[in-house]
Structure formats: C-alpha cells, structure tokens
C-alpha cells in the first residue's frame, strides 16, 4: 500500500483537503478510494463525492447516498446536487423575503426558478461543499471532483466573485452612506445596520477563506490522474499549468493509471506511447505513481485491493 503522508507532503495543517482531478474516465474515482483507504490509517478521512454520475456509491455497493461509516476512520459522503441546489436556492428566497419586503410570492418564485437553472450553480454547490469540509473535523478529505471543466472552473470562482463582491460593496456602502445622510439631514432616524451590506460583507470573508485555502500546500493537495493517452495527457498538462498560474499551489502528485504491460502494450502497438507519456510524468519534478491496468475494469473493493499491490511509486 502506498504511504499518502509521505506523497502529498506538506501536510502540516488539518483538515487536509486532496482535490482528485482529471479528464472523465480516467480513473478520479479508482485512485480517490485508493487515497481515502490509505489516508485512513494515519487519520480520520471523509471520501467525498461530486461526481453527479454517482460512481462512488455504486461502486462501492451502497445503496445510500447519505454520510456512511465504511469503518471507524473512514467515511464516504455523496453530493446530490439536485437537492444542494433546492437548499441553496430556498436560502436565496429567504433571503430575498428579508431584503425586499415588497416581492410578492409570484416574484421570488420566479427568482428562485432563474437561480435554479442558472450556469454555474453546479459550481456553487460544490464550492459549499468545499466550505464545509474546510471547516469539518476531518484529518483528511479526499475529494472526488467531477469532470476536470466543471472542478476548474469551481477552483477558480472564490477568486471572481471577490472581485465582484469588491464592486458591490464599494456600491453598496455608497448607498448606505448617502441614506444616512439624507435622513440626518432631513432629521429622521435611521437604521446603521445594513441586512445586504452584512451579507456582502460575510460572502467577501467566506470566498477569500476558501481561496486562501486552496492556495495554501498545507491544507490542500492537488492531485491529478490520467492514462497513457493523448487527451488525458492533453487534460493533464492543462490542468497542471491552470493550478500552477491560479491557485499558485503546484500540483504534488501525479498519477498515471491504467498502464499496460510492456508485453501487452507492445503486442498493441502503444508501447513507445506509453513510454513517452511515462517520460512525460517524470519530467514535472513531482511526485508520481503508476497503476496497472487490471486486465479488467475493476468492479468492486476486491478489485481495489487488488490494484492496492499494482501501484509503482516513482521518485521524481
Ligand atoms: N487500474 C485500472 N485497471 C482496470 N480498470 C480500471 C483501472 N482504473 C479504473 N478502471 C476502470 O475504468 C473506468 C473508469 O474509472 P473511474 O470510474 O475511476 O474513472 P473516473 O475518472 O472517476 O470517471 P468519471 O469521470 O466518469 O467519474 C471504470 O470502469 C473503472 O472500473
Ligand atoms: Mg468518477
């Protein structure tokens, strides 16, 4: 078995956040068990999904896709997006009632339905998400992310919205001002406490928490997968590069998965491929590991287990 302390080192600070990223099919799934299982022998670990196909949980066999204890020091928790959603959208109606007293239901209704199907909202939802594991009691979180377009752009959102958030309170505080003002001057009373004003207020705390995090090496590691083939490589290298330039937190591990043997790979004719792609990996100056292909897909946590003994652990 693999010693995940020692590949994702720093990790100085929990909980630690391991993001698994890749293009689909790759394996985000297969490798994010093979850490959450490793990771659990040195501390309590959360396996969590956001892969909306749900993989994790068939995977493994369960019928839940609620919090489930596999052991003591390991838990697995699927996200339902359809559902966060639902949450998150009922938040904003609550919060719209609050704000402006003068939507009638109809209104809000309306508003609730465009937040629903807005783009991005997937994003949101698993920005939450990553919220709340920062702030669980975790030793480590392994997640499971789905595929790479939709995680990179999730990664990349606490950083836009700061600079909206910026825009909207110099706005906003502008507002307020000019109210107290105006009601000082005409003699009134007026309220100093501003309800959307908090709320921007608190929204700014929360994003530059959560990009903070993302960028530091101690609390989060990036790990990606690919297999030894051109558009995983293509993904692979992409992703790299966007981690390094955005988060500034280099990805720590690499991991090719899926490797043939040579005999076998030869007979295929991909042999010199698979050596550059190899080649390739070695040359990030990361740490990086290679899994075997099977011969199989692999099914179950047997299946698993049995990869447990198929993984290569390479020095830079
Ligand atoms: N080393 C391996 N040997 C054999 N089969 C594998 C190996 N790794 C993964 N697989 C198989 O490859 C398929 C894709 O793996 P997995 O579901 O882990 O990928 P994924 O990147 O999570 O996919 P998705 O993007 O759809 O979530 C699965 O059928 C899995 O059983
Ligand atoms: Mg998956």
């Not at 100085?12 to 490793?38: E, N, W």
């Not at 196909?53 to 359809?82: C, F, P």
Request: charged letters at 25%; proline letters at 5%; glycine letters at 4%.
């Amino acid at each position: 078995m693999i010693n995940p302390v020692d590949l994702l080192q720093p990790i100085s600070c929990y909980p630690h956040v391991v993001l698994v990223l890749g293009k689909g099919g790759v394996g985000k799934t297969t490798v994010s068990i093979l850490l959450a299982r490793s990771l659990s022998q040195f501390g309590s670990t959360l396996l969590l999904s956001l892969d909306p196909a749900k993989h994790l949980v068939k995977y493994l066999g369960l019928t839940s896709e609620e919090h489930v204890e596999i052991t003591r020091n390991l838990h697995i928790q699927q996200i339902t997006i359809d559902r966060e959603v639902e949450a998150i959208t009922s938040k904003y109606a609550e919060l719209l009632r609050e704000l402006t007293p003068s939507l009638t239901v109809y209104n809000i209704e309306n508003v609730v339905d465009v937040v629903k199907y807005t783009p991005g909202v997937e994003e949101e939802v698993f920005l939450r998400a990553l919220l709340r594991v920062y702030k669980s009691n975790y030793n480590y979180i392994v997640v499971d992310t789905p595929p790479t377009g939709v995680a990179l752009r999730t990664l990349i959102l606490p950083s836009l919205y700061l600079t909206w958030l910026n825009k909207l309170i110099e706005v906003r505080e502008r507002i307020v001002s000019l109210r107290y003002v105006t009601a000082r001057t005409l003699g009134r009373k007026v309220e100093l406490k501003d309800r959307a004003l908090e709320k921007l207020y608190e929204m700014k705390s929360e994003y530059g928490y959560l990009r903070e995090q993302l960028a530091l090496p101690e609390k989060t590691s990036y790990v990606i997968v690919a297999t030894p083939e051109p558009l995983p490589m293509y993904e692979l290298r992409e992703t790299f590069n966007f981690l390094v330039q955005k988060t500034r937190n280099k990805p720590k591990l690499l991991v090719l998965n899926r490797v043939l043997p040579e005999s076998i790979a030869s007979e295929l004719g991909v042999l010199e491929l698979q050596r550059r792609y190899i080649e390739e990996i070695a040359s990030y100056g990361v740490k990086w590991i290679i899994i075997e292909h099977l011969g199989r897909p692999t099914e179950n946590i047997r299946d698993i287990e049995e990869l447990e003994g198929r993984i290569r652990v390479l020095e830079k």
